[in-house]
C-alpha cells in the first residue's frame, strides 16, 4: 500500500542482465528520480543453462543480486568476494564447461533453485522465494516458466558443419566472435509468458525499455507468445534507451548479435527494429545518447519521439537522472 503522499508510479521493464540491472538500480536506487515508483522486472531467461546438474539462470541472477546488493561490482555477474574453488576442483577432474565460471558462493543459489524446481516448484516461484533472501526492491519475475533457451547457430570450429551451441557457450568460450547466423529459442514453440508478465505490461503507467541486448535479451523476451502484442496494445506509454552510443554497444557484443538479424550497430537502427507504436511497432519514445544527437531527425520520421541525453551509466546517480528523464518524457508526451 502506498503510504506516502507522492504519486505512485508503475513501471514495468523487460531486462537482460547487466546493463538492463544497472539501468534499473538507478531507476529504483537513486533519489533522483522523484516518484513513488512501483517497479516490475520482467527478466530474459533464454540464457539459462544447465551447468554441473544445476539450472542456471544468468539474467534473473545478475539483476536479484545487482538490486539486492550482492553482485560483483567488478565482473557485473556473480557475487562480490566470490571464490571458485569448486571450479577449479571439476577442472582437475577435467569435468566440462571448464570455460563457465561458477562462483561457491553463486553454487548456493543454484543449489536452491535446482532442488526447488525438482521439488515442483515454478521458476517464478523460486524466483520469488531467492528475492525474500535479496530483497531487490522489485517484483522479479521471469520471462517464462517454461524452458526456453537461445541457442547459436555457428560454423562450429571443431567440426566442418553448421551446429547450433548454447548461448553461454558462443558468449564466454568463444565470446561471441563466432560470426551467428541465427539465434534459435529452445522450447518457445511451447512456452507461455509467466504469472503476472501480460498483466504488468497491459496495467502499467509506463513500460521502459533498458538498454539491455536487444536481440538475445529484450528480444527474447518479446518473443514470448503474447509479450510483443501486449507492448502494442497496452494503454502506457513505451519509452525504450539506446544500447548503442556511437555506433557501438556500451558494454557486452550486442553488435555481434545485431549484425546476425541483419541490423546495423546504431542507435536509429535499433529504434527502428523496435518500430514506432504507431506503425505497429513497439515503442513511442526512444532515448539515445548526446553524441548521437544527429540521428533525431531519422528517428522522429520513424515515428518515435526521441532525445538525446546522457547515457554512460558512470554511477547510480547519473543512471538515475537517465531514468528521471525518460519518465518525464515518455509521461509529458501524453
Ligand atoms: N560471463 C562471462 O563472461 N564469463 C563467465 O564465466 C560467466 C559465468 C557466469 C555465471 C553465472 C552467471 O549468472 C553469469 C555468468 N556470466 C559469465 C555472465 C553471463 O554469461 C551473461 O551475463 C549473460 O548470460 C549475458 O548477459
Redesign the pocket.
Known amino acids: 500500500m502506498n503510504t506516502s503522499t507522492r504519486p505512485q508510479l508503475q513501471i514495468t521493464t523487460l531486462a537482460?542482465?547487466?546493463g538492463g540491472a544497472r539501468f534499473i538500480r538507478g531507476l529504483t536506487q537513486s533519489d533522483l528520480v522523484g516518484r513513488e515508483c512501483d517497479v516490475t522486472v520482467i527478466a530474459n531467461t533464454g540464457?539459462d543453462i544447465w551447468v554441473h546438474g544445476l539450472r542456471?539462470?544468468?539474467?534473473l541472477?545478475?539483476l536479484m543480486y545487482t538490486l539486492g546488493g550482492g553482485i560483483s561490482a567488478e565482473?557485473?555477474?556473480?557475487r562480490e568476494d566470490e571464490t571458485f574453488t569448486t571450479k577449479a576442483e571439476l577442472g582437475i577432474y577435467g569435468v566440462e564447461p571448464t570455460?563457465?565460471?561458477?562462483?561457491d558462493k553463486?553454487i548456493a543459489t543454484h543449489l536452491v533453485r535446482t532442488t526447488s524446481l525438482q521439488a515442483g516448484y515454478t521458476l517464478s516461484q523460486v524466483t520469488e522465494a531467492l528475492c525474500d533472501r535479496w530483497q531487490p526492491g522489485v517484483h522479479l519475475i521471469p520471462m517464462s516458466d517454461d524452458r526456453c533457451e537461445t541457442h547459436v547457430v555457428v560454423d562450429h570450429p571443431e567440426k566442418d558443419s553448421r551446429a547450433a551451441i548454447h548461448?553461454?557457450e558462443w558468449?564466454?568460450k568463444y565470446h561471441a566472435s563466432l560470426p551467428a547466423h541465427e539465434f534459435i529459442s529452445v522450447g518457445l514453440d511451447s512456452a507461455k509468458p509467466a504469472p503476472g508478465v501480460i498483466d504488468s505490461i497491459m496495467n502499467a503507467d509506463l513500460v521502459i525499455l533498458p538498454p539491455s541486448?536487444p536481440v538475445?535479451?529484450i528480444g527474447t523476451i518479446l518473443n514470448i507468445p503474447g509479450v510483443a502484442d501486449a507492448l502494442r496494445n497496452t494503454p502506457a506509454p513505451v519509452v525504450g534507451i539506446s544500447p548503442i552510443v556511437s555506433n557501438a554497444p556500451v558494454r557486452?557484443m550486442a553488435d555481434a548479435c545485431l549484425k546476425a538479424i541483419g541490423v546495423e550497430t546504431s542507435a536509429a537502427a535499433v529504434a527502428q527494429h523496435y518500430g514506432a507504436r504507431i506503425n505497429g511497432g513497439l515503442i513511442d519514445y526512444w532515448l539515445i545518447d548526446e553524441s548521437d544527437s544527429a540521428a533525431i531527425p531519422e528517428i522522429e520520421a520513424a515515428g518515435i519521439q526521441c532525445i538525446a541525453v546522457p547515457l554512460m551509466m558512470t554511477d547510480i546517480d547519473a543512471t538515475g537522472d537517465m531514468a528521471r528523464v525518460a519518465i518525464d518524457f515518455a509521461l509529458s508526451g501524453n
Request: hydrophobic share 35%.
Open positions: 537482460g542482465g547487466i540464457d542456471v539462470c544468468p539474467d541472477d545478475t565482473r557485473g555477474w556473480g570455460w563457465f565460471g561458477l562462483g553463486d548461448f553461454q558468449w564466454i541486448n538475445v535479451s557486452g
